[in-house]
């Protein structure tokens, strides 16, 4: 099974800045998307940012603040975190969707990085 690998998270002030990397054990043959969701205490997982080949979205709370990205030689997904606020903090999960080296078709899970954002 495809195992995606999460860093990056800890504590930050607020203002602060953190960057999200994940990779996967996997090699890929076709990226059909790349994601980040995140989940706080008591609350729904929600789609935080996403790309694919030609799009981006981005929850819009953090519109203007977080910045994702891909390399696709290193089959990594990268999310930028600055202007750190409070409500920020939660567990982030990266997310692949792809046509995997090993023939699957099919999105995997990584096992969530916490944030957390405090003074």
């Known amino acids: 099974q495809v195992q995606l690998v999460e860093s990056g998270g800890g504590l930050v002030q607020p203002g602060g800045s953190l960057r999200l990397s994940c990779a996967a054990s996997?090699?890929?043959?076709?990226?059909?998307?790349m994601a980040w969701y995140r989940q706080a205490p008591g609350k729904q997982r929600e789609p935080v940012a996403q790309?694919?080949?030609?799009?981006?979205y981005y929850l819009d709370s953090v519109r203007g603040r977080f910045t994702i990205s891909r390399d696709n030689a290193k089959n990594t997904v990268d999310l930028q975190m600055n202007n750190l606020k409070p409500e920020d903090t939660a567990v982030y999960y990266c997310?692949?969707?792809?046509?995997?080296?090993?023939?699957?078709?099919?999105?995997?899970w990584g096992q969530g990085t916490q944030v957390t954002v405090s003074s």
């Open positions: 790309i694919d080949s030609s799009t981006t």
């Open positions: 996997e090699s890929i043959n076709t990226i059909y998307g």
């Open positions: 997310k692949i969707d792809a046509w995997w080296r090993s023939g699957i078709r099919d999105g995997f």
